[in-house]
């Protein structure tokens, strides 16, 4: 398939404070639409993944170790649904009633998923992202690194949180763990995080 850069689903100033229109701006216009160009030159028309769903190539570049695709065609999967896990006015925990269930049955309730999944995030050295994901019937917190996901890991991501620099050094310079405390308690989108269970 060629691959597109969708609009963002929401004004770029929507997540303002939490998460600028400047911080958006850059991330979406630019660094993701260079993984959308880079994705289409690696695995597009004319090569091996021609005619592959974006998680199949995924976990066929993971299997492979081809880093190109496995960063770029990441990135692209990951930030179609980044853009989609925040929401203005998300956040916060008031979750969606199966998800509910579930983070109080495998990870200890909302207090302890908060903190796992904070540290999580602050605890990836360098660049890369922080998970909430369905293993085995159950969730999970993981993090991986540069464009990597759970999916190349066997398992289906239903949360994740970008921890490159690029998606928090404008409103808070190298304060990463504010960013991620913003992040879960006021942007995500629990409504898009419990449509994504269901396709665990
Ligand atoms: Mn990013």
Redesign the pocket.
């Known amino acids: 398939m060629t691959f597109k850069l969708d609009p963002l689903p929401y004004a770029y100033d929507a997540l303002a404070p939490a998460m600028s229109a400047e911080t958006l701006q850059f991330?979406h216009d630019k660094?993701?639409q260079a993984y959308v160009d880079n994705g289409n030159k690696l695995a597009g028309p004319g090569t091996k993944y021609e005619g592959k769903s974006i998680e199949a190539i995924c976990k066929e570049a993971y299997a492979a170790k081809d880093a190109p695709v496995i960063n770029n065609i990441g990135?692209h999967y990951n930030?179609i649904h980044f853009w989609n896990w925040m929401k203005k006015g998300g956040g916060g925990n008031k979750l969606p009633g199966k998800l509910q269930a579930m983070v109080d049955k495998d990870l200890g309730g909302y207090d302890k998923f908060r903190t796992d999944f904070v540290q999580a995030g602050v605890t990836q050295f360098g660049s890369g992202w922080a998970w909430l994901a369905v293993k085995d019937g159950k969730l999970t917190i993981a993090k991986t690194a540069n464009g990597e996901n759970p999916l190349m890991m066997g398992a289906q991501p239903i949360l994740g949180v970008?921890v490159?620099e690029?998606?928090y050094y404008i409103d808070y310079r190298n304060a990463r763990q504010k960013y991620l405390e913003a992040f879960v308690d006021q942007l995500v989108n629990w409504e898009y995080v419990e449509a994504m269970l269901g396709k665990a």
């Open positions: 991330h660094h993701h990135q930030h970008d490159w690029h998606s």
